[in-house]
């Protein structure tokens, strides 16, 4: 996809609050501070469209980025993070489940996974609750700059076992070279 325009739209809590028209929405998921606003950063060609933080958990709301005006990234809050906090988890679980239930415009999930780290049970409790809700999901690997190739085929591996998918399914990204930026679009563009 060429993009022309991306501007950010709306930080939501609510389903009131969700923009109204009919554009394909894609979801993206991912533990906290595993790139989804550096991917959204590098997907549309801009340093600092999406608010990139050192600091986990930051994101608490569903923020939405229009895209061409043809389609919305939406950042859903990183997981993983809140669980320290038992009101935070509860007030994601409840987010995400109104949005999964009600978002007609939802078209696909994207997982982001890091590439380094195996995936752990937060990350496969998303995965089920992606599937549950019949969505089709795509797992993309970041922050894949940080490793060579072979370390890259063997967690590969690593995470296709541990989440019982094939792992020449995985679109594999960087932020920092833009590895992979052409392949999440093409993969995206599917289903939109």
């Not at 991306?6 to 009919?22: C, H, R, T």
């Not at 997982?111 to 797992?139: S, T």
Request: hydrophobic share 40%; aromatic share 10%.
């Amino acid at each position: 996809m060429i993009v022309k325009t991306s501007e950010f739209l709306i930080s939501a809590v609510k389903e009131a609050q969700w923009p109204k028209d009919g554009l394909p929405e894609v979801l993206l998921l991912g533990r906290s501070n595993v790139g989804k606003s550096s991917f959204i950063n590098t997907m549309v060609n801009r340093k600092n469209l999406a608010y990139t933080s050192s600091t986990p958990g930051m994101t608490r709301m569903l923020n939405f980025y229009d895209v061409n005006h043809e389609m919305r990234f939406v950042d859903a809050p990183g997981y993983g993070f809140q669980k320290k906090a038992k009101s935070g988890y509860e007030e994601f679980e409840c987010l995400m489940q109104e949005y999964f239930a009600k978002r007609e415009n939802l078209k696909v999930a994207v997982l982001l996974l890091d590439v380094r780290r195996e995936p752990n049970e937060d990350d496969a409790l998303m995965l089920e609750f992606i599937q549950h809700y019949h969505i089709p999901c795509l797992i993309i690997l970041t922050k894949c700059d940080k490793l060579s190739n072979n370390q890259i085929a063997k967690q590969k591996k690593v995470i296709a076992e541990a989440l019982s998918f094939s792992k020449d399914s995985f679109c594999l990204f960087s932020s920092l070279n833009k590895t992979g930026r052409e392949e999440a679009w093409k993969a995206i563009e599917q289903y939109l």
